[in-house]
């Protein structure tokens, strides 16, 4: 093709406007938990994959930390390959599904796309989650190239993004692999975490069983570090290799006083108790939590915005998003903001909680909060906020939601020698998730913090190839 041409072909293609993903209306959906997007029709599916410009050097790539070969997937869907594309997906990344509805693209792959430069860039998210519903909707089960197997066993501690990743991967290439996991339900964060209307339970279900169905055993509620202790996998189990990817799930509080009054939840538990034990069923499920009339929630994260758009599903009249930077820093997804705001969601900015107030029965009845401004950014390079002397005030609710972060439970390493943790409490590890300790890796966010499902998956793939690769060496 001429320079010319193909600069006509191009043009031609970046005219083409960028899908829009129908959505249950604000009002409609406020009363339900069923999921916001609709998702794309193939016709959609098709238009939108044709906007791929089908770089030579693909920036969306090597934004993507599991490392799909994007172009490639965009392909098959703009050929109307729907099947094919899914399986080229699944070449590197267990979790399309779960990927394409909760994964930060306009931070990873989408950011990387040339189109992006002058246009909207192509959604590739949004694709992602079409291939892998059509799969799954009308395709059958495919088992993909599968090496020998070795005779090598690996425990992986945890079933969530990190931890099924890596399990995809190593029983791909013949291990023996089983996940271990606390709850009653595999999933991790992807189960208790993230509501109905975000990530539907029967999509990560299905991400699970596919890779029950290439090998992967399962075993719940199991608690390695009490029932069982890593050593003991390795001593009495006769594991080769252990990889722990149980996140960091312990909740974090103001420590503010008040904090211990009824109605005061840390997003975890909140979360947990409508997520996993399902109080979202209500009344098919009686699972007791509280429904506040005014909540509040202190947090301004994607966490944050779960449970604020939770609490108004279970019936809240007001729900207030309290901050204490402005919204230029608040750290949820801009989609997340906008559902939020569309549903009625207030959002108290500059606002820092300084204690909560309780009435005669030990619950919480208001919260006493003082306006922030902004001075010179802080460690994080966020410009760090600063109390306005003088402008206390009381904000009235009967339920208040801390969800300003989790930090490392501290279980396994204080039941496994020779495990290095930093003062922080979370595990340290080389760039491939390599422990101090033999045989032992880990990753996602027991290494790093509370980040994202998808740099949980990345530090997965990672961990699995230095894994495979100490397995054969042994």
């Not at 975000?198 to 990560?204: A, C, G, N, S, T």
């Not at 947990?272 to 699972?287: E, G, I, Q, V």
């Not at 906020?385 to 801390?402: H, K, N, Q």
Request: with cysteine; glycine share 10%; aromatic share 6%.
């Amino acid at each position: 093709m001429s320079e010319k041409s193909e600069h006509s072909h191009k043009s031609k293609k970046e005219r083409l406007p960028r899908q829009p993903m129908p959505e249950q209306p604000p009002k409609e959906r406020i009363h339900n938990f069923k999921e916001v997007p609709f998702g794309y029709s193939p016709e959609q599916a098709l238009a939108e994959a044709s906007r791929c410009l089908k770089c030579k050097k693909p920036g969306c790539v090597p934004s993507c930390p599991v490392e799909v070969d994007i172009p490639g997937f965009i392909s098959l869907v703009a050929e109307g390959k729907f099947f094919e594309a899914a399986a080229k997906i699944r070449e590197t990344n267990s979790l399309p599904a779960v990927c394409g509805r909760v994964c930060p693209q306009e931070d990873q792959c989408e950011s990387g796309c040339v189109l992006g430069k002058k246009w909207d860039p192509v959604a590739i998210g949004r694709l992602e989650r079409f291939v892998a519903d059509y799969d799954r909707l009308h395709g059958s089960f495919q088992m993909p190239p599968m090496a020998s197997p070795t005779g090598k066993r690996v425990a992986v501690v945890g079933s969530g993004p990190a931890g099924l990743t890596l399990a995809g991967d190593l029983i791909k290439k013949g291990h023996e692999v089983t996940i271990f996991e606390a709850l009653h339900e595999p999933g991790g964060v992807l189960i208790y975490g993230i509501p109905e209307f975000r990530l539907p339970k029967e999509i990560v279900k299905a991400e699970v069983n596919y890779l029950q169905k290439l090998g992967v055993r399962i075993e719940t509620d199991v608690v390695v570090g009490k029932t069982l202790t890593v050593d003991e996998l390795f001593e009495e189990e006769g594991y080769n290799a252990v990889f722990l990817g149980v996140g960091a799930g312990l909740p974090v509080f103001m420590n503010i006083p008040g904090e211990n009054l009824c109605g005061v939840y840390s997003a975890n538990e909140y979360l947990t108790r409508s997520n996993l034990m399902k109080a979202y069923l209500f009344p098919d499920y009686d699972t007791p939590i509280a429904v506040g009339r005014n909540v509040v929630v202190l947090g301004a994260g994607n966490v944050a915005m779960d449970s604020a758009r939770t609490a108004l599903r279970l019936g809240a009249e007001t729900v207030r998003i309290v901050y204490r930077r402005s919204r230029a820093e608040m750290p949820a997804r801009a989609e997340e903001i906008h559902h939020a705001e569309e549903e009625g969601i207030v959002f108290e900015l500059l606002t820092n909680p300084v204690r909560f107030l309780g009435d005669d029965r030990g619950w919480v009845k208001a919260m006493e909060c003082v306006r922030m401004e902004l001075g010179e950014p802080d460690a994080s390079g966020r410009r760090r906020p600063v109390p306005i002397p003088g402008s206390e005030f009381i904000l009235e609710t009967d339920m208040a939601i801390v969800a300003i972060g989790t930090t490392a439970n501290p279980l396994i390493p204080s039941t496994t020698s020779g495990l290095e943790t930093n003062k922080w409490g979370y595990i340290v590890t080389d760039e491939t998730g390599r422990t101090s300790k033999k045989g032992v890796w880990a990753g996602g966010d027991i290494v790093t913090g509370s980040a994202t499902v998808i740099l949980a998956m990345g530090a997965g793939r990672k961990a699995a190839r230095a894994i495979d690769e100490y397995l054969m060496s042994l």
